[in-house]
């Protein structure tokens, strides 16, 4: 397997391409999730893109689907399909909608509301237990999604039937849509909040590859408890003038100019 | 099918659906082993508690927590195994009812949903209870097919079909003790309305608990030299055009008859029906546009307009 630094900084370029072909998307949160997506595709998870839907394949949901230009990117990487049909970003033409579609290759939950992408990651995991199948369910939650009833419906419930086959991690990148997360709805601990569920639950460095593969490691020899990564990021990671920066955490388009110095940046990076 | 041993009640018997749900519920898990039930806490409301006490393995128990219910359904359908969702209709027709358009109708995931406490049927337990808008709130999602049995005995051809069926479901679970019209011998078809009495002058199409009603009705108008057809619309959604058709064309009228707001259920469906094939005069029995209250099962009706009498008036205004 390729470098997974490399691959994730892959990831971020052709991400970015996507946006500025699609004339929108959500540039700061899909740039805050691509080592994740890195270490999940090409190394921990159990998939086999000539067979997207064989039924025994570890399993991986965006519950934060806006942030789906670097999911597409990354199974188009992946061997999924084309990397041209990742590039027909929002198009009519194409499958590569605004948010998670299951008729994409790959794509195993719809998502693009928040809220429900750990609760079917949990009904997957289920599933599997029910049917003595031993795949694995990874769930990818963002700030919005932590704010969601929803998403604490799963935490308790998961939490209780000890699934640990379930690991979510989320992407604590600090800024929503309008506000930083900590005006707009601060959670404080997020992952203490969690642990008290009966989560096992790890702080990393969610832009380090090396660290998440240990931590992904580590959720695999946790039994009866499900894994909640507590990733701290940074929204926009990869390029200097986005990185933190409010404006890009919404569907925006990207200029010609803007998209280069990106980049040229990345490509040196 | 190991339909054999499955017991049906008598024509005639006042007998709760949720009887009916957990008595096919234990003969289904001994049947077939490719569906599981969900459960938030109400299985001693929804009627499935038989199936938790003899086949506890086939039960995933989420607490009260629907919306997280609901979109594991979803994650449970992507595994290859059925859901079968259950709770009260408020909350898996309005609570969780995003979580089922997206985690289960949108990606077009084999689910179903059965919910019980729906109408004024619900009875004593008042408004907050007595969902009214299920049948508006499931139709309007593509792809949905929507269900709801007349009686125990329809109940219980019902539900092996809609398991047969792939792709989403929601049915209705009745609750309180409702006369049975159809026998062992019946033959449920989704998407099939049957003709539960013939008759030239006017049509009742009735759903659920109303079917009763409806015959009841034409019974009474029968003394009065009224023919009255009584169709049985257990689909409403895809609903059976020929025999919406049929009524308005060989009848003078419709009466629609539903357990359920007169905005966006069986009688809409039917206005829509006939608007785009064959323009009818219709009545619309149902509740008119209100909340319910407590009182009996057999109490509200009178009051909400949706009893025999309601129908029978209904009917003399289209002869």
């Known amino acids: ?174 800024l929503q849509g309008d506000a930083p997360v900590s005006t707009q709805l601060n959670m404080g601990d997020v992952g203490a909040k969690v642990a008290t569920f009966g989560w096992h639950v790890v702080y990393v460095d969610g832009h380090d590859v090396d660290v998440l593969k240990t931590a992904l490691a580590e959720a695999r020899a946790t039994k009866n408890q499900p894994t909640f990564i507590v990733a701290d990021t940074i929204k926009g990671k990869g390029v200097s003038f986005m990185e933190g920066v409010l404006f890009w955490h919404g569907s925006v388009t990207m200029t010609d100019d803007q998209l280069t110095n990106s980049l040229r940046e990345l490509n040196h990076g | 099918m190991a339909d054999t041993a499955l017991q049906y009640w008598n024509v005639g018997e006042d007998v709760s659906v949720r009887d009916a749900f957990g008595r096919i519920l234990v003969h289904q898990a001994e049947a077939r082993s490719d569906w599981v039930l969900l459960d938030a806490d109400v299985a001693g409301g929804t009627g499935a508690k038989p199936l938790v006490t003899e086949h506890p393995d086939r039960v995933m128990q989420f607490g009260i927590a629907e919306q997280n219910m609901m979109a594991a359904a979803g994650g449970v359908a992507d595994t290859g195994l059925i859901p079968v969702v259950s709770t009260f209709g408020a909350f898996g027709c309005m609570r969780a009812h995003e979580q089922f358009r997206t985690a289960i109708a949108y990606p077009e995931r084999n689910a179903k949903l059965c919910c019980s406490h729906i109408g004024l049927d619900v009875g004593p337990d008042g408004a907050t209870a007595q969902m009214l808008e299920d049948l508006a709130t499931m139709r309007a999602i593509p792809g949905v097919t929507v269900v709801s049995p007349a009686d125990a005995n329809e109940f219980m051809k019902a539900f092996p079909a809609i398991l047969d069926h792939e792709g989403p479901v929601y049915m209705r679970i009745g609750r309180s003790p409702t006369p049975v019209v159809f026998g062992a011998d019946y033959e449920f078809e989704i998407g099939k309305a049957t003709r539960v009495r013939h008759g030239s002058d006017v049509t009742v199409i009735a759903t659920g608990v109303m079917v009763a009603r409806a015959l009841e009705a034409a019974e009474t108008l029968a003394g009065e030299g009224v023919s009255v057809r009584v169709v049985n619309m257990a689909t409403i959604k895809p609903i059976d055009v020929a025999e919406v058709v049929a009524a308005a064309a060989e009848t003078k009228g419709i009466v629609t008859a539903e357990d359920h707001n ?34 009996e099962h057999d109490e509200l009706p009178a009051m909400f307009g949706i009893d025999a009498k309601a129908i029978f008036t209904a009917c003399k205004k289209l002869v």
Not at chain 1, 49 to 62: H, K, Q, S, T, V
Not at chain 1, 103 to 131: E, V, Y
Not at chain 2, 267 to 289: M, N, R
Request: net charge negative.
């Open chain 2, 262 to 295: 007169i905005f966006g259920g069986l009688g809409s469906a039917v206005a829509e029906c006939t608007a785009q094939h064959y323009p009818a005069k219709i009545k619309f029995v149902g509740v008119d546009d209100t909340f319910g209250k407590s009182g």
């Open chain 1, 1 to 174: 397997m390729a470098d997974l630094k490399e691959i994730a900084n892959t990831i971020r370029i052709n991400c970015l391409k996507a946006i500025h072909a699609g004339r929108s998307g959500h540039p700061g949160g899909s740039l805050s999730i691509a080592d994740m997506l890195a270490v999940l595709y090409f190394d921990e998870m159990n998939v086999d893109p000539g067979r997207p839907d064989w039924n025994e394949r570890d399993r991986f949901i965006l519950s934060k689907g806006h942030a789906c230009p670097s999911l597409y990117v990354a199974l188009a990487q992946r061997g999924y399909f084309p990397m041209d049909d990742a590039l027909k970003l929002r198009k009519i033409d194409g499958f590569a909608e605004g948010h998670p579609d299951m008729r994409m290759p790959g794509i195993d939950a719809p998502s693009g509301s928040l809220g429900m992408g750990l609760s079917q990651g949990l009904g997957m995991a289920l599933g599997a237990r029910h049917q003595g199948l031993g795949f694995r369910t990874h769930v990818i939650l963002g700030d919005g999604d932590m704010q969601e009833g929803n998403t604490w419906e799963a935490i308790m419930s998961a939490g209780h039937k000890k699934m640990d086959s379930l690991v979510a991690i989320y992407d604590s990148n600090k």
